[in-house]
């Protein structure tokens, strides 16, 4: 069995562009593969992402997909033997190393995936289908309610922020403040980075980041959710008057399950099973009104 967390987010379709349709686009690109396999890929600065279409849904059921991460020449792993050392991996020439995710959409503006340790992010999804298909579609994690309220009770007392973000591209958000940080910490060149900003821990302990960066940095949280793959906030609590922690990564909206695995695949789970708990935590989650509970970080940032 496979430890997997499903994750779930809130998805809207991106203001000035056309309203996107999870069971429309599902069928057109399940034609396009169909009618040119080359349609399953698209590669960016050595970044390749593949799609594929499990279901394309429609009426209440959701579109199902197939994220892949691929590894090109340059970046593919090599096999270790304690007698022989390293050696290369034996694949064809149009054969890849992998990493996946299954993501369900459900019409009614939900969607969730299963995440592993290496699981691709949904802002695969976004931006594989930003650039071969011109479909715009934005997605924001769902927070814990009890998240949202710690971080009210940080407001204007924040000690410092970790970020681990990706690179504008692969999002549909425009740059905002993270155009302004990414060449600060990171040049143009890599495809992701993780940066700390904040007092240090052995820094003054009546000092707090300046309220314009904090008002930023909330902002980035807000708007460019896709951007960032993690991000740890401290702050001295007005209730408690304790430096406390808010992990915006670990306090999202998720389910933790057991998956079987496939026989020809032991690191891979049976996907019926994945689609499976994915519509099952979502009905669960509907049923007992979890979804209603819960908040984006624009909310966050808007209260």
Not at 63 to 75: N, T, V, W
Not at 232 to 248: A, D, I
Not at 269 to 287: G, H, I, M
Request: glycine content about 6%; charged content about 30%; overall charge neutral.
């Amino acid at each position: 069995m496979l430890k997997r967390k499903l994750v779930f987010y809130r998805w809207t379709s991106v203001a000035g562009r056309p309203t996107f349709e999870p069971a429309a686009v599902a069928e057109r690109l399940a034609r396009e593969i169909a009618a040119d396999s080359s349609h399953q890929m698209v590669e960016k600065d050595g970044v390749i992402t593949a799609v594929e279409v499990v279901d394309a849904g429609g009426g209440r059921e959701p579109a199902k997909f197939r994220i892949l991460a691929l590894r090109g020449m340059e970046d593919r792993p090599f096999k270790w033997d304690p007698q022989a050392s390293i050696g290369p991996i034996s694949l064809l020439a149009n054969e890849y190393p992998a990493d996946a995710t299954h993501v369900s959409i459900w019409p009614d503006g939900y969607c969730a995936h299963d995440m592993g340790r290496y699981s691709p992010r949904v802002s695969r999804l976004s931006f594989y289908l930003r650039q071969r298909m011109q479909e715009y579609v934005q997605f924001d994690p769902l927070y814990n309610e009890d998240a949202f309220r710690r971080l009210e009770e940080m407001k204007g007392k924040f000690r410092s922020f970790d970020l681990a973000m990706t690179k504008p591209e692969y999002t549909t958000r425009e740059r905002g403040t993270f155009g302004r940080l990414w060449p600060a910490v990171a040049g143009e060149e890599l495809p992701s980075v993780r940066v700390s900003l904040g007092m240090g821990r052995y820094g003054p302990k009546d000092r707090y980041i300046d309220q314009d960066l904090e008002d930023e940095l909330l902002e980035l949280a807000a708007r460019a959710s896709d951007l960032l793959t993690g991000m740890v906030v401290r702050g001295r609590s007005s209730r408690t008057n304790r430096v406390e922690e808010v992990n915006l990564l670990t306090e999202r909206l998720s389910s933790d399950v057991q998956l079987p695995t496939r026989s020809d695949i032991p690191s891979a789970p049976r996907v019926e099973s994945v689609f499976f708990e994915l519509e099952q935590a979502y009905k669960n989650f509907k049923q007992q009104g979890v979804f209603e509970t819960t908040t984006t970080a624009e909310l966050m940032r808007k209260e």
